[in-house]
């Protein structure tokens, strides 16, 4: 008889935990654009865990296919807007086709992301006061959990969006053991503070993850020449990793859910990374 999947996915303990990550939308972006994509989720386990870390219990949201055996991984950081509806869809997207995806709400010591009306109180009051180290470590334990439920910690990958673009690029540096990222329109260069000590562009030195950087020519905030410098640094450190211009986008052409939606774009874009994943021994 096939085993069960491991008890973190067990349905009652997901009902009881359930109540952590709730579905819907951050204030921040209402109302959702009528092109907002549904992936439902059938023949999935979806739910929300506790991931111990640091001390605390992480939420973060999981799918995965509801069938026994040993899966890949995709580690999904999440928009500035924390682990709403589109992410946890995302989530159940790369669980349609195989992938266990897990989610962790990353700001949850600061605040609540969801609860913001407007995106500069979000950023004033949770998102400036996250530290970089915080993160990395919380990603490194939402990996381990992975690793004991259900998923092949040598088959993972990670896939960061906007604020979690960058967060990408990061943890291709902190964990050279992941087998590749990609990152959509991360920010390249920025202030280097006590929380943010190091940018993308300081780190290709560094980089043994490949990543496949996916951006929109016509992001007003992140200007393309930036995006330029770095595809020359990585060209001449040799590095795997690329970077992938769509002219006629802009900052956020993947979240369905927003004006700023590019179908194109964003379609091409996620066969891109599926098969970049594939590529380098994330499947």
């Not at 902190?174 to 503070?193: E, F, I, K």
């Not at 000590?197 to 393309?224: C, M, R």
């Amino acid at each position: 008889m096939p085993s069960q999947p491991p008890s973190p996915l067990d349905p009652q303990r997901r009902q009881f935990l359930g109540v952590m990550i709730a579905s819907g939308f951050a204030l921040a972006v209402q109302p959702v654009s009528a092109a907002t994509i549904h992936t439902d989720s059938e023949g999935l386990l979806t739910g929300s865990v506790a991931i111990p870390s640091g001390g605390a219990s992480l939420p973060a949201y999981f799918a995965r296919p509801n069938r026994a055996g040993s899966l890949p991984i995709v580690l999904v950081v999440q928009e500035v807007f924390g682990v709403h509806e589109h992410i946890q869809d995302l989530c159940r997207r790369l669980a349609k086709v195989g992938y266990l995806a897990v989610a962790p709400e990353l700001y949850f010591r600061q605040g609540d992301p969801r609860q913001y009306p407007e995106i500069s109180q979000l950023l004033s009051q949770v998102v400036n006061k996250v530290p970089d180290e915080q993160v990395l470590a919380d990603l490194d334990a939402t990996l381990a959990w992975a690793g004991a439920s259900g998923g092949d910690v040598k088959r993972a990958a990670l896939t960061g969006f906007c604020w979690g673009g960058r967060i990408s690029w990061l943890y291709a540096v902190h964990n050279p053991s992941l087998r590749a990222a990609a990152a959509w329109y991360g920010r390249l260069v920025g202030d280097r503070t006590p929380l943010t000590p190091q940018q993308p562009i300081d780190l290709v030195a560094s980089l043994k993850v490949p990543v496949l950087g996916l951006y929109g020519g016509k992001d007003s905030s992140i200007p393309v020449d930036t995006v330029e410098q770095m595809q020359g640094l990585l060209k001449a450190a040799g590095s795997q990793s690329t970077l992938i211009v769509y002219p006629e986008a802009g900052h956020g052409f993947n979240a369905d859910y927003r004006p700023s939606y590019n179908q194109a774009a964003a379609n091409d874009g996620w066969s891109k990374m599926l098969t970049w994943f594939a590529m380098h021994g994330a499947r």
